[in-house]
């Protein structure tokens, strides 16, 4: 199987503009390719995690990847899949998000012997001149046709400013520019970014007359992506620090049942063969299932180490109700009011919940427990001496647990 086809096996490519090219490019290493991260925080999250597994296929097939931080663009802000406008960042927020992202990247990319590159828009974007843009650029593209893509047709009710609406045309700057610096052929990107995408290659074409490599692929990251990355408190992120490797872990491990075998084959490097077997697995073994799909992934993300820690703390928690790298939350003497503390502040201070409205609801549905004794009462309240030396276990449904201490 080619490069190529396990792409598409792996339920990986939606659209592209050249299928036959684009295959010559990829399966015989040829394609030096990017793909677009804008730094709006200081850690990646797992709505860029497909984007990462599919530079890190690419690049072992000896194909080419180019990590385009958007730090120019992101002095503009993309409104697709936005309602308004994304918050202004000054220069040095934007420098401190790409510095992050470049280490995070380096778990997914191997950067060494030019084997891959970094590169920030900002370099090019923000020492153009305005005129000899609107000039040399903004002469290739039609109004009436930029108004036509979904990610302006969907802001246009409540408002698109002209700063957002430039959008398209720095992004298909970025590929003409990566185009003559990098020798970049290919660009992929999210089902949300097919627009500005063709705005590349049309720009590379009428204005440098290249035709022959200016190719799009377009592949299905974001609308998957950004479903996984969503839970009750917020993204999934791949920084440690904000999401633990166990916490990581167990968000895998809670996938739907309609979605684990998606996920293997998308996210994770086990050979298909291995996951195509794994589609007639009903009950435990769907567990089990879910089981490899989240140690491959806190593997990749963290370590082997890590994983295995999280393995194993998992599977303590479910076999005994404790364990000792779940996340842990620790109260000072200010969570505590005469000395107790409430079951709907406990339950918000440990981050299970993110209202005491939403506690509330879940103590009257019955979803509440400390150290698997369930919790009825909403004005159930605990003193210092309930934590004991080791604390307690506080959990929230049947997969959500926090140790608690003092």
């Known amino acids: ?23 010559e490019l990829i399966n015989t290493g040829k394609a030096t390719f990017y793909i677009g991260f804008d730094p709006t925080a200081d850690s990646l999250h797992v709505g860029h995690f497909m984007a990462l597994c599919l530079m890190k296929r690419l690049q072992m097939a000896g194909n080419k ?7 120019g663009t992101a002095m503009i802000g993309d409104p697709s899949g936005r309602t308004d406008m994304r918050q202004m960042m000054t220069k040095e927020m934007i420098q401190h998000n790409c510095d992050c992202f470049k280490k995070q990247m380096s778990r997914f990319i191997d950067f060494s012997e030019d084997k891959a590159l970094m ?11 305005y005129v000899e843009l609107l ?5 290739h593209f039609s109004v009436n046709r930029m108004l036509t893509a979904e990610c302006y047709k969907q802001r246009m009710e409540k408002g698109l400013s002209f700063l ?10 970025d590929f003409m520019a990566l185009y ?31 035709d022959a490599y ?6 299905l990251l974001n609308s998957e992506g950004k479903k996984m990355g969503k839970t009750q408190k917020g993204a999934v992120w791949l920084d440690p620090e904000k999401t633990s490797p166990f916490e990581f872990y167990q968000y895998w491990r809670n996938v739907s049942d309609a979605d684990v075998i998606k ?35 806190t593997k990749l993300v963290h370590g082997e180490d890590e994983a295995g820690r999280a393995e194993e703390a998992a599977k303590a928690l479910f076999s005994s109700g404790n364990a000792e790298n779940m996340p842990t939350v620790e109260l000072s003497d200010a969570d505590f009011e005469e000395g107790t503390i409430g079951i709907l502040n406990l339950l918000s201070r440990s981050g299970l919940v993110p209202s005491n409205s939403e506690a509330r609801r879940a103590v009257q549905q019955g979803g509440v427990s400390i150290d698997g004794e369930k919790v009825t009462d909403i004005k159930a309240s605990y003193g210092k001496e309930i934590f004991k030396e080791n604390g307690i276990v506080l959990k929230r449904g049947k997969k959500n647990f926090r140790k608690i201490i003092v």
């Not at 190529?4 to 792996?10: K, N």
């Not at 000039?135 to 002469?139: F, I, L, M, P, Y």
């Not at 003559?180 to 627009?195: P, R, V």
């Not at 195509?276 to 879910?290: D, I, P």
């Open 65 to 71: 990847p180019i990590a385009l931080i958007g730090g």
């Open 1 to 23: 199987m080619t490069i190529y086809d396990e792409l598409v096996a792996r339920g990986l490519i939606a659209q592209v503009t050249d299928e036959e090219e684009i295959k």
């Open 180 to 210: 003559e610096k990098y020798g970049c052929n290919l660009q992929f990107g999210g089902d949300d970014q097919w627009s500005n995408m063709l705005g590349g290659t049309e720009l590379i074409r009428r204005k440098l007359g290249k």
């Open 135 to 139: 000039r040399e650029v903004g002469a």
């Open 214 to 219: 200016a190719m799009t692929i377009n592949l």
């Open 119 to 129: 590169v920030n828009n900002a370099d090019w974007l923000l020492g153009l001149n």
């Open 263 to 297: 996920c293997l084959k998308m996210l994770t490097f086990l050979p298909l063969s291995e996951i195509e077997a794994m589609e007639s697995w009903q009950g435990s073994e769907l567990n089990r299932a879910k089981e490899i799909l989240a140690y491959e992934l």
């Open 164 to 173: 957002e609406f430039n959008y398209m045309i720095m992004q298909s700057y």
